[in-house]
């Protein structure tokens, strides 16, 4: 076999067969296929395309292609949970607790936050203690003792789609449908659930800007879960403004937590159920949505939610009692309220700016060597559809030194929108892909 005529073939539009792609994939990862030739054919199936048996194929070989998580050891149906990303995304840390409440095992691998999007594993850092390293037998050990366990992923999850990942980055091949969809997916089967809810991002603040795209990449993705046999639906929602109100990881370990005891910002709270009650369905846990919804009110009105967090907390050597005393968070030594100078109604947020204010007072990393300040990070208190007038506070700064604050209004006076005509609350859920 020769890549050479693999990628004449895929040129010409025609479906390559499972033994092409395996090849491709094994000789990409293993070096034996050098990056010019691997760039020639992704542009190809950029230009091309690929069908769902072609990308279900390229998904099973990535995931393949380092270690295949093995959860059988844990009882019961395994759901995980994965987001395309975004901005004060903080579903992850009420999810899990809410979940785990059900009696339904969360055994999940999270990321860290890159650029302008923040990570589950930074953010639970922000818990003194919390240890988001554990052996795998240890991370077993945490979800059959305790229902719960959320660490950050292992080195050698789809190997093959860090290498094929990087080489889009630079190539201008990141936004093709397939190639998103198998890469997402790669990770998700090799971290090895039996079933996947996915919440695909739509708006400003997300990968995929328009609706008619996150669809688009929603049913790619359900469709590879069923080709390999996962249960897989994709849960379409609203990211043209930052999630909740806080951004920040500390700021936003508190919104978690009022989410948890009842308290939290609408948006999220209707996330965090829609999604809860999606996977107890898929677990088996309850037959309906409906039931599954009122399951996460239940398990959040009795306090059983909150009991599990400081569990989870503590069963991975977090301190549970910063759970009820936020002052044993870190927090940020300074504040200052942002002012703006207009009256109307805001009618849109650039989220991926908020992201950057965040980002410029040290929530986030500017690369993989910055050091993330936990307690910083900023509170908005208008979002669309919300009346401002002139002298209102739009948005709170948490901070521990000036030098950067000046950006950070910046970003958020550039980022708001206003309208004098009154403007709709956005829907947050567009749509449940199956
Ligand atoms: N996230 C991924 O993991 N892969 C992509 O290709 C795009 C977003
Ligand atoms: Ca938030």
Redesign the pocket.
Known sequence: MRVYDIIEKKKLGEVLTDKEIAFVVEGYTDGSIPDYQMSALLMAIYFQGMNDKETALLTECMAKSGEMLDLSAIEGIKVDKHS??GVGDTTTIVLAPLVAAADVPVAKMSGRGLGHTGGTIDKLESFPGFKVELPIEGFIENVNKHGVAVVGQTGNLAPA?KKI?AL?DVTAT?D?VS??????MS?KIAAGSNAIVLDVKCGSGA?MKTLEDAKKLGDAMVRIGKEVGRNTIAVVTDMNQPLGNAIGNSLEIMEAIDTLKGNGPRDLTELTHTLAANMFVLAGRVATVEEGLSLAAELIESGKAMDKLREWVASQGGDACSVDDYSLLPAAAKQMDVVLEETGYVAAIDTEMIGKAALVLGAGRENKESIIDLGVGLIMHKKIGDKVTKGDVVATLYYSDNSHTEAAIRYIKDAYTFSTESIEKPQLIYTIIR
Request: net charge positive; hydrophobic share 45%; glycine share 6%.
């Open positions: 395309t990303g789609d990942y889009r990141v093709n190639l998103i969809a198998a890469s997402i990770k990968f």
